[in-house]
């Protein structure tokens, strides 16, 4: 059974610092890894999908990594903004199936 | 365009009642799911389907059903509710599986006393 799990649970940064969230996953047949982001009250958007030949991938501000062998994705958020406080989920795609983590929620304060 | 619409926003229900969320998108995905989001937890895959007339079971199937008659429309059915079901559901959908981006509703949040 996939496993995803993702630390901090919550991070807290001043504005303008560089915003970086962890993923592991425990099985390595995955066929993509997706980033997510959720606001209070609200669904998930999606934000990066990357496939699993793919080292790296970047939208904006945004970019994330991912390293298929040892189970790691990273998402990076360079010069964090007040509107970048959200809750982080990753998730992974195999057998038909989305595994998500349970999230970091993040705080970027003015 | 009003991508993935999930009704009620909000519900209470008494234990061993039944009740049924909707989700309609109109988008033309063929790919739909349904998740529960509890706190720590992160989502879990309760039903999906591939298309109208397919539906297969995710990884928390039970205590729910699920149909899919038309492309547009994915309810997901309570059929006697119980405390242990208290969470907030979403329903997602995409073009092409799980492959591809998913797009969500804003989720249906439920309270079963």
């Known amino acids: 059974k996939q496993e995803v799990t993702q630390i901090p649970a919550a991070l807290s940064v001043p504005e303008g610092e560089n915003l970086v969230l962890n993923c592991s996953f425990t099985d390595s047949a995955i066929y993509n890894l997706q980033w997510f982001r959720q606001d209070p009250g609200k669904g998930l958007t999606s934000l990066l999908l990357?496939?699993?030949?793919?080292r790296e991938q970047t939208s904006g501000r945004l970019n994330a990594s991912l390293d298929k062998s040892s189970g790691r994705s990273t998402l990076y958020i360079a010069a964090s903004q007040p509107g970048d406080s959200a809750t982080y989920l990753c998730a992974v795609s195999n057998d038909y199936k989305l595994s998500f983590g349970a999230g970091t929620t993040v705080t970027v304060r003015a | 365009n009003a991508g993935v619409t999930q009704t009620p926003k909000f519900q209470v229900l008494k234990t061993g009642q039944s009740m049924t969320l909707q989700c309609a998108q109109d988008?033309?995905?063929?790919?739909m799911s349904w998740y529960r989001q509890d706190p720590g937890m992160g989502l879990r895959l309760i039903h999906y389907?591939?298309?109208?007339?397919?539906?297969d079971q995710g990884e928390v199937p039970n205590g729910y059903n699920v149909s899919r008659s038309t492309t547009e429309d994915f309810p997901l059915r309570l059929l006697s509710a119980a405390p242990s079901q208290t969470s907030v559901y979403f329903c997602?959908?995409?073009?092409?599986?799980?492959?591809?981006?998913?797009?969500f509703g804003d989720g249906t949040r439920l309270s079963i006393l």
């Open positions: 990357i496939q699993s030949s793919q």
């Open positions: 997602a959908s995409s073009l092409g599986g799980p492959y591809q981006p998913q797009h």
């Open positions: 389907s591939v298309g109208a007339g397919i539906t």
């Open positions: 988008m033309n995905h063929e790919y």
